[in-house]
T-cell receptor
Framework: DAGVIQSPRHEVTEMGQEVTLRCKPISGHNSLFWYRQTMMRGLELLIYFNNNVPIDDSGMPEDRFSAKMPNASFSTLKIQPSEPRDSAVYFC????????????FGPGTRLLVL | QQQVKQSPQSLIVQKGGISIINCAYENTAFDYFPWYQQFPGKGPALLIAIRPDVSEKKEGRFTISFNKSAKQFSLHIMDSQPGDSATYFCAASVDNYGQNFVFGPGTRLSVLP
């Protein structure tokens, strides 16, 4: 199994530009999570999906952030317009919807907004 | 009440020593407590997890101790090795299938050779 796949691995963009991060969860997993990691705030859950449906998006910082999961094998996290304070590592994780199931994290996308 | 506190922020241990990381929570509804290990440039990976119906769980050199009344749990790494150098996160969730974790701020462990 290839694990959770994220792309791109690194992204450098200028303030005001649109950024799209992509995630392919592990095949068969039906829960998908987007996290943001910074030195100041640690690991924060932004949004999670169950069976492609957003369940909790209370962690999404503001309207500039949006996430979609059009099918079981693909999700996107979009930032429009991007700001320097959005610079962070963004992780996608997936799991099976059951008690105590492990969340498997992808390698992350390191985003730098200039 | 959703917060998970973790200490210390960083830890330096000699090879062969015991590393101890502590976490505390407030929400008594939490009933699943995993520990994740993260190496630089990698995503976090599950190390070990416990539910509050047991006070201790051991897997190899890694042990979780759980104190339900104090709402505290800790990770012990016995015979610490340089390869254990990583950032460790405790987490907690209400194990209602959603697996909506609240993560602690992390502890950066350095094991000196």
């Amino acid at each position: 199994d290839a694990g959770v796949i994220q792309s791109p691995r690194h992204e450098v963009t200028e303030m005001g530009q649109e950024v799209t991060l992509r995630c392919k969860p592990i095949s068969g997993h039906n829960s998908l999570f987007w996290y943001r990691q910074t030195m100041m705030r640690g690991l924060e859950l932004l949004i999670y999906f169950n069976n492609n449906v957003p369940i909790d998006d209370s962690g999404m910082p503001e309207d500039r952030f949006s996430a979609k999961m059009p099918n079981a094998s693909f999700s996107t996290l979009k930032i429009q317009p991007s700001e320097p304070r959005d610079s962070a590592v963004y992780f996608c994780a997936s799991s099976l919807e059951s008690r105590g199931e492990t969340q498997y994290f992808g390698p992350g996308t390191r985003l730098l907004v200039l | 009440q959703q917060q998970v506190k973790q200490s210390p922020q960083s830890l330096i241990v000699q090879k062969g020593g015991i590393s101890i990381i502590n976490c505390a929570y407030e929400n008594t509804a939490f009933d699943y407590f995993p520990w994740y290990q993260q190496f630089p440039g990698k995503g976090p990976a599950l190390l070990i997890a416990i539910r509050p119906d047991v006070s201790e769980k051991k897997e190899g050199r890694f042990t979780i101790s759980f104190n339900k009344s104090a709402k505290q749990f800790s990770l012990h790494i016995m015979d610490s090795q340089p390869g254990d150098s990583a950032t460790y996160f405790c987490a907690a969730s209400v194990d209602n299938y959603g697996q909506n974790f609240v993560f602690g701020p992390g502890t950066r462990l350095s094991v000196l050779p």
